[in-house]
């Protein structure tokens, strides 16, 4: 089992920063592939970001790319992802998710662990 608490959200004007945090817990950190998905109100849940087990390999949805930046430290079991250039369109529930292999994946049943999400919401 991993346990996932995500930290870092909260409320930002359009065109700020924010870094969210996810710590993890339980079974190895450093052999998970680790991802953040969003979910609007009244929308699906989707990708956002994916980072492998490494720190080497990572992608990103086209909505977010060269905005967004996902990291992870494996000693201290944690991922980031570093949120700049926030839009209104980005307000969303943040969730960390783990996944039992290596490689990345940008599906949301590709993974088998998920946080609990963290609000971030993006005034204009």
């Known amino acids: 089992q991993v346990q996932l608490v995500e930290s870092g959200g909260g409320l930002v004007q359009a065109g700020g920063s924010l870094r969210l945090s996810c710590a993890a817990s339980?079974?190895?950190?450093?052999?998970?592939?680790m991802a953040w998905f969003r979910q609007a109100p009244g929308k699906e849940r989707e990708f956002a970001a994916v980072i492998d087990w490494r720190g080497v390999n990572t992608d990103y949805a086209n909505s977010v790319k060269g905005r967004f930046t996902i990291s992870r430290d494996n000693a201290k079991n944690t991922v980031y992802l570093e949120m700049n250039s926030l839009k209104p369109e980005d307000t969303a529930i943040y969730y960390c998710a783990a996944r039992r292999f290596l490689t990345i994946a940008t599906m949301s049943n590709e993974y088998d662990y998920w946080g609990q999400g963290t609000q971030v919401t993006v005034d204009p």
């Open positions: 339980g079974r190895s950190f450093s052999t998970n592939a």
